[in-house]
């Protein structure tokens, strides 16, 4: 009976400290908008969904994760017929996109760890918003599909799903895709080669697809 209580009091702490996380994040966006580095995230976005051509009409080397914030600032100029509100807007999907990288560490880590450890893991990340900017941004998106993938790969082995994840992260933040050819190089190293294809592939697709529309 004692410890039947002492696990449903971990578990209820574990989902309050959740839910307090992801409450004040949602609190905090609506806060302390920078107008420098945030305003020059969704300007970029805006201006490839206008038509400027990436690396021509741009030249800034951080530009590549416009190219992920364009369809999403164009959804919601479409639907609203303005651009009043957008900051929050990209904020709103912010917490979205960290809760979903929260989850995935969860998923993952729970295969080999405890329901409390993987818990744990994943509010913490919930906790952390780089440069105090809740925003979706290079560092933001680089990081969390960075991590994505890495859980995806290592604790699922769904490779193919990691190789595209790993490709995201690369255009949100150009210098992480080198990383995925030394992963794809690792896996046929140790004779997984239809894993390292299956990786390669998805990655070479994800790339594509951005630069077919761009």
Known sequence: MND??????????????TFAAVATLFWRIRFGVDFSDEAFYLA???????????FIDEINLAQS?????????????????????IFLWVRFLYVLFVCAVAVTAFVCLRRDFSLRVAGCAAVLYLGYVPMNLPTLSYYT????????????????KRYAVSGGLFALAGIAYPPMAVVFPFQALTLGITKQR????????????TFGLFALFF
Do not use: C, E, N
Not at 44 to 54: I, K, V
Not at 194 to 205: S, V
């Open 141 to 156: 998106m680089g990081a969390g599909f960075f991590s994505a993938a890495l859980l995806v790969g290592a604790y699922q």
């Open 65 to 85: 994760m416009g190219f992920l914030l364009a369809p999403l600032i164009g959804v919601y100029r479409a639907v609203s017929g303005q651009l009043d509100g």
């Open 194 to 205: 239809k894993q390292a294809l299956g990786l390669a592939l998805a990655a070479a697709a």
């Open 44 to 54: 970029t976005g805006f201006r490839f969904w206008l038509g400027d051509r990436p």
């Open 4 to 17: 039947f209580v002492k696990l449903a009091r971990g578990h209820a702490i574990l989902l309050i400290g």
